[in-house]
């Protein structure tokens, strides 16, 4: 049975930001209410009214996952693992983005699967591309031509999916009897343990824990026999499932990951009644370091208009009545406003310069990555700020 124990408000679809703030264009501006329940049958957290995917997936999608160097360096090594442990003749990515992960193949061994045209424009001139939303349809006219393929990836993708059983049936379609399937995505337990809220957008119809996936894949003949924890996205987990008549044994770690996750009480509705205090304690926390920033009359700005920010955002109704803007080095968000809560966003040459003296972390994901690069900020004394894993000036 679904129980909702979160509620984030109203929020914007994460991914429109807008071109222009014209009182047309924000009558078009799009929102849903951002609920979140717990199924306590298969320990599924998921959005409890998922968006229309073809209002979200469009060709202005602004996520390009090359944007970051830790991204670009974790799906290269990503590669070289799965590679040497499965040796796959044929490579398939579900939401392939802008090729960061397939670039690092053959170009002859690999098929691309992404619905954002935009997106799907970028890589078909390098190899095969399907711009299309995966479905059991898609895996059909995949097999026309190809053989069943035996490694099928799909990093941050999954899990924006409504319909899982579509998606696991026209996984099972296309793969090779021994085919693997290896999804990544948020890790459940890590968000609960770093309070990170705004891992809760549209796109995130589902945050899977271990304990959900072993439990949803069964029900398509299909078997997680392996996990890894990894550092993307603040805590994410890597999957590894196979069909039932597979060749792959369960690993030990897996089995210490589900105990881990069953100790954390990720099968109990209580931890997440408990999270969703912790969770507005830190709007509270927020609201009332902003405020005191802006007593002491300091310039804040948002570093990274990501769309974990939007979340907090329209959940804390922080906008222009705290930030001067938002800096990004991503070119198509750069001049447009944050969804929801309008607020500019600059290219970081232009907005991260001399007069900013606190940073939001929006992009608090590459922390590390991003203090090395503003160590001359830190030096003369520019402070960042976040909420990731409390409220706390860093
Ligand atoms: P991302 O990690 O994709 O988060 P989300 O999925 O919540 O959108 O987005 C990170 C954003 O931060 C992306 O738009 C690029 C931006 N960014 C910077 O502006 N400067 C940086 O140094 C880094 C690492 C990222």
């Not at 992960?101 to 061994?109: E, Q, Y």
């Not at 890894?228 to 069909?243: D, V």
């Not at 007593?295 to 906008?319: D, E, M, R």
Request: aromatic share 12%; proline share 3%; with cysteine.
């Amino acid at each position: 049975m679904k129980k909702i124990f979160l509620n984030l408000g109203k929020q914007p679809i994460a991914n429109s930001f807008l071109s222009s703030i014209s009182k047309n264009s924000l009558q078009k501006e799009y929102f849903y209410k951002l609920k979140v329940c717990f199924d306590t049958e298969n320990f599924l957290v998921s959005v409890k009214d998922p968006v229309n995917p073809k209002i979200q997936y469009t060709d202005e999608y602004a996520h390009r996952a090359s944007e970051s160097e830790t991204m670009r360096n974790a799906f290269k090594l990503t590669a070289k693992k799965l590679h040497e442990r499965f040796k796959p003749k044929k490579v398939m990515e579900i939401g392939s983005n802008d090729g960061v992960f397939l670039k690092n193949f053959k170009k002859n061994k690999v098929i691309a699967v992404e619905p954002c045209k935009n997106l799907a424009n970028l890589t078909r001139k390098k190899f095969k591309t399907y711009p299309s939303f995966w479905d059991k349809k898609l895996s059909n006219k995949i097999l026309i031509k190809n053989s069943k393929i035996d490694l099928v990836f799909s990093s941050n993708t999954i899990s924006h999916i409504p319909n899982l059983k579509e998606t696991f049936e026209a996984v099972y379609n296309i793969l090779s009897d021994n085919g693997v399937l290896v999804i990544e995505d948020p890790s459940l337990s890590s968000i609960l343990k770093i309070n990170s809220y705004d891992q809760f957008y549209d796109e995130h119809v589902y945050v899977f824990s271990a304990l959900s996936i072993e439990s949803i894949v069964k029900k398509y003949n299909l078997k997680l026999f392996d996990i890894e924890k990894i550092n993307n996205h603040g805590g994410s987990l890597r999957y590894y499932i196979c069909k039932n008549k597979g060749n792959y044994k369960s690993t030990a770690r897996l089995k210490k990951i589900l105990s881990e996750e069953k100790t954390q009480g990720l099968n109990n509705l209580k931890t997440f009644k408990n999270f969703a205090k912790r969770v507005h304690k830190s709007k509270q926390q927020l609201i009332a370091l902003l405020k005191k920033l802006k007593q002491k009359n300091k310039k804040i700005i948002s570093y990274g208009a990501t769309y974990k920010s939007t979340t907090v955002f329209n959940y804390c109704k922080i906008g222009t009545n705290f930030f001067h803007y938002v800096t990004d080095t991503t070119k198509n968000k750069q001049g447009k406003f944050t969804p929801g809560m309008h607020i500019p966003i600059l290219p970081p040459e232009i907005g991260f310069n001399e007069s900013v003296d606190i940073a939001y972390l929006g992009a608090w994901n590459f922390k590390k990555e991003i203090m090395k690069k503003e160590k001359e900020f830190r030096k003369r004394g520019g402070k960042f700020i976040t909420h990731v894993p409390k409220v706390k000036i860093i």
